[in-house]
T-cell receptor, first 121, second 116 residues
Framework: GAVVSQHPSWVICKSGTSVKIECRSL??????MFWYRQFPKQSLMLMAT?????????EQGVEKDKFLINHASLTLSTLTVTSAHPEDSSFYIC?????????????????FGPGTRLTVL | AQKITQTQPGMFVQEKEAVTLDCTYDTSDQSYGLFWYKQPSSGEMIFLIY??????QNATEGRYSLNFQKARKSANLVISASQLGDSAMYFC?????????????FGKGTSLLVTP
């Protein structure tokens, strides 16, 4: 089955520091990855769509200079929260699209990572 | 505008009983996919079931079935024979377009508590 990993699973940092979160597809190639954010007791909100080899597409209201996304290979996308502040504390989840349909499932499903819990003090 | 509506913030069900979680959606696309995910307290998103807009049969996966009413734009999840481990948040989601290159729109979720 398709596996997507995220690292770290949780991180605590001081206000003003930058934090990098990695999203990896372990057994399939993913030209497209998605980054979602989930505040406590709320739904998942799409932040951006990450395409391998090109610039990410950000949703309205998401600051591209604050949330830097790099999708340098077919198996890795990174989200860097720059100059993090307490209001950035959230659960960040990525999903990866199996573009070859080899990971299983008849509809080229997206597979979710386990999430990264960010706490900014 | 909200594309996925889940009107039940919380639901209770007794163990071994069936429960229906409501979901309505809004789209003008003819091609779309509907999903249900379970999110336990650990936070991982667990895929439960999928229904494509052109699928004529209601999707079933073990104890999960999706009651797809296309004209009403509803995609309710039915969990049969509830178990204590079913206690979790449940999210309905839609992808407009059948290609998985499109992101998912999620509803606000329903918190399900299964009681002994």
């Amino acid at each position: 089955g398709a596996v997507v990993s995220q690292h770290p699973s949780w991180v605590i940092c001081k206000s003003g520091t930058s934090v990098k979160i990695e999203c990896r597809s372990l057994d399939f190639q993913a030209t497209t990855m998605f980054w979602y954010r989930q505040f406590p007791k709320q739904s998942l909100m799409l932040m951006a769509t990450s395409n391998e080899g090109s610039k990410a597409t950000y949703e309205q209201g998401v600051e591209k200079d604050k949330f830097l996304i790099n999708h340098a290979s077919l198996t890795l996308s990174t989200l860097t929260v720059t100059s993090a502040h307490p209001e950035d504390s959230s659960f960040y989840i990525c999903s990866a699209r199996d573009n070859m349909g080899l990971a299983g499932g008849p509809f080229h499903e997206q597979f979710f990572g386990p999430g990264t819990r960010l706490t900014v003090l | 505008a909200q594309k996925i509506t889940q009107t039940q913030p919380g639901m209770f069900v007794q163990e071994k009983e069936a429960v229906t979680l409501d979901c309505t959606y809004d789209t003008s696309d003819q091609s779309y996919g509907l999903f249900w995910y379970k999110q336990p307290s650990s936070g991982e998103m667990i895929f439960l079931i999928y229904q494509g807009s052109y699928d004529e049969q209601n999707a079933t996966e073990g104890r999960y079935s999706l009651n797809f009413q296309k004209a009403r734009k509803s995609a309710n999840l039915v969990i049969s024979a509830s178990q204590l481990g079913d206690s979790a948040m449940y999210f309905c989601a839609m992808r407009e377009g059948l290609d998985s290159g499109y992101a998912l729109n999620f509803g606000k979720g329903t918190s399900l508590l299964v009681t002994p």
